[in-house]
């Protein structure tokens, strides 16, 4: 079965704060895709970063970094320095082996107050 | 750089009235997707089409239609309206054919009510 949990339903941090959002997936395909998405209240998602999973490399995007680990089927996605326009609902979403579709995580809501 | 084009953005109708929501994209996309977003459940596909003249079920088809009208444009027709169809309607296209990471690029969504 292919599945994606955002365990973390909301969280609430104040600016300048760091923070984490956990995604875990499974998978029993050795080939699979790992995407984040962001949805800010204005309603739109945007593409935020993909991962193939042959590359455990970390990336890092101004104060955005994912950390993938296949050890613990993580895909872990850090804002540092958090900021007011970073409050969003972020999605994790994997797609894996011959699956036409992507697998959705429920999404963690992120509330960044002044 | 007008992506993907969902119309149209807003719409109310009565239980038991028939809509179609248009979906158009200039990216030159083989794959096209229509989802619905509902809170606490997060996005759920309705339909998807992997190629222009190829259309599939996603988790949520009963009470929908799809025509994937040319490489561009793919709708979505509900037939019968119902208050559970009340939902925000996000379509999304993606590149398909250079490799299975590709993402899909979302439309600003169709907030649809249905009384």
């Known amino acids: 079965a292919q599945k994606v949990t955002q365990a973390q339903t909301e969280i609430s941090v104040v600016e300048k704060e760091d923070v984490t959002l956990d995604c875990v997936y499974e998978?029993?395909?050795?080939?699979?895709?790992l995407f984040w998405y962001k949805q800010p209240p204005s309603g739109e998602l945007v593409f935020l970063i993909r991962?193939?999973?042959?590359d455990e490399q970390n990336e890092i995007s101004g104060r955005y970094s994912w950390n993938f680990q296949k050890s613990t089927s993580s895909f872990n996605f850090t804002i540092t320095a958090s900021q007011v326009v970073d409050s969003a609902v972020y999605f994790c979403?994997?797609?894996?082996?011959?699956?036409?579709?992507?697998?959705w995580g429920l999404g963690t809501s992120l509330a960044v107050n002044p | 750089n007008a992506g993907v084009t969902q119309t149209p953005k807003f719409q109310v109708l009565k239980t038991g009235q028939s809509m179609t929501l248009q979906c158009a994209q200039d990216?030159?996309?083989?794959?096209m997707y229509w989802y619905r977003q509902d809170p606490g459940m997060g996005l759920r596909l309705i339909y998807y089409?992997?190629?222009?003249?190829?259309?599939d079920k996603g988790e949520v088809p009963n009470g929908y239609n799809v025509s994937r009208l040319n490489k561009r444009e793919f709708s979505l027709r509900l037939e019968s309206a119902a208050p559970s169809q009340t939902s925000v309607y996000f379509c999304?296209?993606?590149?398909?054919?250079?490799?299975?990471?590709?993402?899909?690029?979302f439309g600003d969504g169709t907030r649809l009510s249905i009384l």
């Open positions: 999304a296209s993606r590149e398909g054919t250079r490799g299975r990471n590709q993402p899909q690029h």
């Open positions: 990216m030159n996309h083989n794959s």
């Open positions: 089409s992997a190629s222009e003249g190829t259309t």
């Open positions: 998978t029993r395909d050795t080939t699979y895709y």
């Open positions: 991962r193939n999973s042959f």
């Open positions: 979403a994997l797609r894996a082996g011959n699956n036409r579709k992507l697998i």
